[in-house]
């Protein structure tokens, strides 16, 4: 019942724009905390852009600040992440996240920046390939 699909993903070419989006089945992304994270061939899983409800917040990681953004429509129960700009080094699998807002704060660079996430729900991922 509970799930996550990401849809969106595909090959473009360095410069152009794509919009994936995850969509949730089973609860409400206005109880959670969700993120984008990637997953490029030799390299480790980073946390790309994360909101949090518990203090409406966004957190978007170095390497993609002023080219992405993250967003979510709640009567579509859908998060988006608007890809920008598109670089070679951007090619990776995307996940999608989702964790239940604790009752302390938890702002979205909490999700992003965290260690542990394999309990969070996740989806199957999307694969974005930037390439001339």
């Known amino acids: 019942e509970v799930q996550l699909v990401e849809s969106g993903g595909g090959l473009v070419q360095p410069g152009e724009s794509l919009r994936v989006s995850c969509a949730a089945s089973g609860f409400t992304f206005d109880d959670y905390a969700v993120g984008w994270f990637r997953q490029a061939p030799g390299k480790e899983r980073e946390g790309v852009s994360c909101?949090?409800?518990?203090?409406?917040?966004?957190y978007y990681a170095d390497s993609v600040k002023g080219r992405f953004t993250i967003s979510s429509d709640n009567a579509k129960n859908t998060v988006y992440l608007q890809m920008n700009s598109l670089k070679p080094e951007d090619t990776a699998v995307y996940y999608c996240?989702?964790?239940?807002?604790?009752?302390?704060?938890?702002?979205?660079?909490?999700?992003?920046?965290?260690?542990?996430?394999?309990?969070?729900?996740w989806g199957q991922g999307t694969q974005v390939t930037v390439s001339s």
């Open positions: 909101i949090s409800s518990s203090d409406d917040s966004t």
């Open positions: 996240a989702a964790r239940p807002i604790p009752r302390y704060l938890f702002p979205a660079y909490s999700y992003c920046s965290g260690y542990e996430h394999r309990g969070d729900y």
